[in-house]
C-alpha cells in the first residue's frame, strides 16, 4: 500500500502545470526563487510553496549558493514522463494506431518523438518524404512498401547518381539502382524516412493497413530514435 500511495504522490505532484513548468525551467539552468517565480509569473510566496513541494517530493534541491536544480532522480522522472506526455498529446492518433509492432524498447523510448509533428493528409506526408530525399546530402535510409516504394524510386535514381547513400528495407527487392543497398522486410511494422537532417515514422492502423500519416523531425532525440530503430532491422535481414 505504501508503494502505491508513493506513486499517486507522484503523479500528484506532475499533474501541477506549474510545478511541471518549474522542472522543465530548472531541467537545463539552475535558478534562484526570484527567477522561477519570474520566468513562470509567480508570485514569491508561491514560488517558494511549490519549490518547497518539489524539494519534499525530491524532485528538485536547493543548493550552496540559493540556486534550485533538478536532482538525479528528478531528472529521471521527467525522461520516463515524456513518453506519456507525447503518447497524450497524440491520443487519437495512437487510438487507432498500433505502436506494438515495433520492440518494446522503442514503445518504451516514444518520448523521444515529442519534438515532431504529426502530419494527418496522406498526400502531404508522402509529399514531405519525397522533399526529404531530394534534399539529402549524405544518405537515405527508408523502411516501406506501396506507395514509399514508389516515392523512393523517383528519387532514388537521381540521388544515388550524386553518390548519395541508400539502404532500404522492403517486402521485395525493389528496382532501383545498385548504388542503394536493399534488404527484405516481409513485415512491414512502420514506414521509415530518414535523412541526416530529418525524419518520418508512420505506424499502422490497428486493423493492420499501412497509414501514410506519422511523425516529422530534425531535433537530434527523434533522429537517434529513428536511426536506432531503422538499425534494428536492418542488421536482422539478410542482403536482398
Excluded at 531530394?134 to 514509399?148: C, L, M, P, T
Aim: hydrophobic share 35%; proline share 3%.
Amino acid at each position: 500500500m505504501e508503494k502505491q500511495e508513493g506513486v499517486e504522490k507522484l503523479h500528484f505532484e506532475l499533474a501541477s502545470d506549474v510545478r511541471l513548468g518549474i522542472l522543465h525551467e530548472l531541467q537545463s539552468n539552475r535558478l534562484k526563487m526570484q527567477e522561477v517565480a519570474r520566468r513562470l509569473d509567480l508570485t514569491a510566496t508561491e514560488a517558494v510553496r511549490q519549490l518547497k513541494r518539489l524539494s519534499d517530493a525530491l524532485l528538485v534541491e536547493r543548493q550552496p549558493e540559493g540556486s534550485y536544480a533538478v536532482t538525479e532522480y528528478g531528472k529521471l522522472v521527467l525522461q520516463l514522463s515524456s513518453s506519456l506526455d507525447f503518447v497524450y498529446a497524440h491520443r487519437r492518433y495512437f487510438l487507432t494506431h498500433d505502436v506494438w509492432r515495433i520492440p518494446r524498447q522503442f514503445v518504451d523510448r516514444l518520448g523521444d518523438l515529442s519534438q515532431t509533428t504529426l502530419k494527418a493528409d496522406t498526400m502531404e506526408s508522402i509529399s514531405a518524404a519525397e522533399r526529404m530525399m531530394g534534399e539529402a546530402k549524405q544518405y537515405i535510409w527508408g523502411i516501406g512498401e506501396g506507395r514509399f516504394t514508389e516515392a523512393t524510386g523517383r528519387v532514388g535514381a537521381d540521388q544515388a547518381s550524386r553518390g548519395i547513400e541508400g539502404k532500404f528495407l522492403t517486402p521485395l527487392p525493389p528496382q532501383r539502382s545498385q548504388s542503394f543497398e536493399n534488404r527484405t522486410l516481409s513485415d512491414i511494422p512502420v514506414i521509415v524516412t530518414l535523412t541526416e537532417r530529418e525524419t518520418q515514422v508512420c505506424f499502422r492502423l490497428v486493423e493492420g493497413r499501412m497509414d501514410y500519416a506519422g511523425f516529422f523531425g530534425k531535433d537530434p532525440a527523434s533522429l537517434n530514435w529513428v536511426r536506432d530503430l531503422f538499425l534494428y532491422y536492418w542488421d536482422k535481414r539478410k542482403r536482398g
